[in-house]
């Protein structure tokens, strides 16, 4: 796991009136104890992985509540479980990030959503959309409509979305619907404070278990009760929910002075909004905006009066809706129209279709808005020039800097192990031609950057091989490589892509990293993972594949570059036919850094002999030809100027990041190149042997010494 909440589990245990202090997706985690959650499971993502991460750590508190807590195998999963809400009064919870995990999730979410629930059930989505997102841009509405789930987009403020968690699963009881809330990447980072709540025990839990089964076909997904959950879902349950969410003022009314005009904005984007007015000087820095607001913290359903009573005597209303499509503008223009109104609705005229509302974005909506709807006693030059200081102060920002700033791309860290496959796949390109990749989601899909820009396709997590199938057959008898993680080898890869690939025969090369994690997502541990509880079963990668049949299966350390590019040219090039496998074996790099450090501190403190390692170019034997870097892509390994006056071209140059992983040297040996690359082992408390070894060396060094000199 990326880091220990060992610290923050004690703020779980605030009681009545206490005050808890700290991140939002903590805070989100407090309030589902609050709320009398009965069982939680999840897969991690951001921006809600520390949901998880600070689950793991809180053994104890949910095991005085009884609460059960699952890390699921994938989202589907995760979701699965929440069926114990179907037939019993027990609260759960999901936790994914969307939209990817709300994809994979959407057969059980589907299933879960026509059946309808007794307990509340509560999906807790990291809404990753926009400029900090690592995944496809589109939206969870969609889900939640098709389904007929009720979606609540909360304002990020602890105290609130504290109070709307417990809210939603009352909302889900009172409307037998899962309800999903979605958590801005910002809302989950967030840092504030809420009054607790002592937890509550969950009525129905491990400590209180239950002791009949529930049968009801009604809740059976087949024909006929699907026919007639899907009227209940609008006969009865739509209905119900809008009336909850009526009843307990979900969805807040902040009045203003300018009440001519007004504003409709998903409350997830409610700060943002009031930072814009703020600039603007319609709104002040406590947050009393001039303009009045409707902050829709359940997006949708909508609740039909609640929106035209806001609308009614405005000329125009804003609204703010991020991403596309633009749901809401539709829907609230048919409202009005219904209604008879005829306020004017304004939203992706000022504000953009596609990607983020940032502070920027935002403030030229408010402004164009202000403009075209001329609010009563609004100077709009003074509104104007706010907008027009921002762009003049980028124009000479640009000026000064003389270029557009270079974008800085993510990429594998310093000493990666994934990183050394990807040099010896550019090895193997060198004997026999360019290679399809399928690649996959994971940190190796950094190898579709530079420097390697290794990767054809990326469908999704654990699809890598999977998506590979179509294209195998359509090269012939040149060999596809699909890569695939741990993680996603776990998530579904041994099912859809392993399973799929023999039983169609497939004849091709995958190779699988195994660095003991799920790493992009803040090293969570998976059932292959070596470190963390050593009580868990490890289930090992080798193992299932030889479960599977699979006989050409070769495990390689993956900084042995020339091992590996002989093996993946075996592999591309062997008769056998069939699906190849080479396991790629070596810790997430992050992780093991943050594993030995404090160990090597603690060892250093208490006078215990500690070895680090670490590499450098001798600038006097390098080429300057730079092969080493396009090899390797490692941002420790750089360039600098050359000390030789008689060079003009920098030379290549390890800087202090350098954590000693080898792949320097493996890839100047493996592609031959320049002999310029040293290792230095640097021995702290070293002991007798180390100093006479030393002193040797510098005997040694000493004669030599001048004979150099001469040579010079
Ligand atoms: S987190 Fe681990 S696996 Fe991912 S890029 Fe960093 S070192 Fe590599
Ligand atoms: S040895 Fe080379 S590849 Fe490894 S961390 Fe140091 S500079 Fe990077």
Redesign the pocket.
Known sequence: MERSFAKEVELLRRGEGEVFEGEGILAITKGLLQAGVSYIGGYQGAPVSHLMDVLSDAEGVLAELGVHFEASANEAAAAAMLAASINYPMRGAAVWKSVVGTNVASDALSNLASAGVKGGAVIIVGEDYGEGASIIQERTHAFAMKSSMWLMDPRPEHQRFVALIEKAFELSEASNAPVIMEFRIRACHVHGRFQTKANKRPAISRNAPLSEPDFDYNRICLPPATYAQEKHKVEHRLPRAIDFIRANKLNEIFPGRLDDVGIITQGGLYNTLLRALAQTGLADAFGKSDVPILALNVTYPLVPDEITDFCAGKRAVLIVEEGNPDYLEQAINALLRKADLNTTIVGKAVLPMAGEYTGEVMLEGVVRFIEGAVPRGVDIAVVSAVLARVKEAKQRAAAIIGAPVPKRPPGFC??CPE?PVFSAIRLVERDLGKIHIAADIGCHTFSTLPPFNLGNSVLGYGLGLASAAGVVPAFGEKRVVSIMGDGGFWHNGLTSGIAGALFNQQDSVLVIMNNGYTSATGQQFIPSSTAGDKKRPRISIERALATMGISWVRTIRSYSVGQMARTLRHALTAKDKGLKVIVAEGECQLARQRRIRPLLRKMVAAGKRVIRT??GVDEAVCTGDHSCIRL?G?P??TIKESADPLRQDPVAH?NN?????????EVADAAVLCPSFWRADIVQNPNGFDRWLFRLRQRVIAALAPRAKVAA
């Not at 990041?657 to 040297?665: D, H």
């Open positions: 310093v000493g990183r670490r590499y390797s490692c420790s390994l390890v990041e350098c954590v000693g992983c080898g792949l320097c040297g």
